[in-house]
């Protein structure tokens, strides 16, 4: 008997996913759990959706429980990147495009290294702590909003606006009051940069023109909106399902803390193949069509399974459903998306988790998780809410104390 598919139920995300992963990859990789709606759980599958906006398009939602396909939606938003598809994407795309290119990117490590110092500096060692709130959370949050120039808001106000943005991703779910609170202040924030422009990627996007005309101001909120949640909860929720993947495999914490500074950005892909922090998203079938044998009707809603893709053995091989480090980056695991729509932040959310893993397994090599990590209820995000911890300080940390 198949087991239970419900991709539209945030608990079913948090029972035995795995098991319904491995059923839909050997027996029904494009499943239609419900009519005029599929599941894709294969990676070659994936990544032909991905790369063919003119057969799945993104302009219907792209979220499981999406409020745009909702009867009566709790807000009207403008269109999100996340929506467009070309020509309008790759236009809107190139805004901030160059502000995340290797090279820009790469100009960040200092100032990302010394936050992230200053994060772990304010961590009580050898006494329980939640790690999320301890160091996964702060430092994508300081790192986004000092590249956005948003500096002058609490971590705690920032993660409170992030995370009911996430809970909108399931409609109804969210906390209106404190929604219209993060859009009151990203108006405030891009008033003032209109009035005195500064050197930030928020004042990119302010002036930005797109065929001649700029932003609206509708566009602009959910643009930057789109670049504070997805630039803190990627990386947020890589570091702490890195960090439980980690102490679950003491081999490999061991062997990646004997060099971390060189072993790290290896250990990050692996990292996110097996957490694959965005769980899902969707296209919408422009036509009929076929996927996998299985005949796709004009307007079918098709729900990418990034993290089943991500244990697909005629990928990965016959190891795909274990955790390993030193698994070899070929190919190229799906947890940024894939095609056009390719995460736009990889390289920073990559690049903070190396830096954050070097210094964790520097200082606290025989760190704890002490408690079962309470995971997010959510369609979107594969995330861990809190994570009990100890902070077991090593002898390069005692050095340095």
Known sequence: M?????????????????????????EDPVHRWRDGHWVVATYDEIREISRDPARFSSAKGVL????????????????????LDPPEHPRYRKIVSRAFTPRAVGRLEPRIRELSRQVFDAAPADEDLDFVDHIAAP????????????QGVSQAQFRAWSDETIKAADAGH???????????????????????PRDDILQLIVDAEVDGERLSDGELIVFCMSL?????????NLVSGGTVALAEHPDQR????????????????????????????ARTATGDTELAGRAIAAGDYVVLLYASG??????????????????????????????????????LARLE???????????????????????????LINGVERLPTVLTVGAAEAERA
């Open 228 to 236: 504070l949640v997805a630039g803190n909860e990627t990386t947020r």
């Open 174 to 196: 969210a906390d209106m009051e404190i929604l219209g609170e993060f859009v009151h202040f990203l108006a405030e924030a891009i008033a003032e940069h209109r009035a005195r």
């Open 254 to 281: 061991t062997w990646f803390a004997e060099s971390p500074a060189e072993r790290a950005a290896h250990a990050v892909e692996e990292m996110l193949r097996w957490v694959t922090p965005i769980k899902a998203f």
């Open 353 to 379: 988790a190396k830096i954050v893993f070097e210094e964790l397994l520097t200082r606290f090599p025989g760190y704890e998780v002490t408690g079962e990590p309470v995971r997010l209820q959510s369609t």
């Open 64 to 83: 499981v429980n999406d409020p745009k396909r909702v009867p009566d939606p709790p807000v009207a938003m403008a269109a999100s990147i996340l929506e």
């Open 139 to 150: 430092l994508p949050l300081l790192v986004i909003a000092e590249l956005l120039g948003m």
């Open 310 to 347: 991500n244990r697909d053995a005629s990928a990965f091989g016959p190891t795909a459903d274990r955790f390993d480090i030193t698994r070899p980056p070929d190919p190229a695991h799906l947890a940024f998306g894939f095609g056009g729509h390719l995460c736009l932040g990889a390289g």
């Open 2 to 26: 198949p087991p239970r598919i419900a991709p539209e139920d945030p608990q079913w995300w948090l029972d035995d996913v795995e098991t319904a992963y491995a059923w839909l990859r050997a």
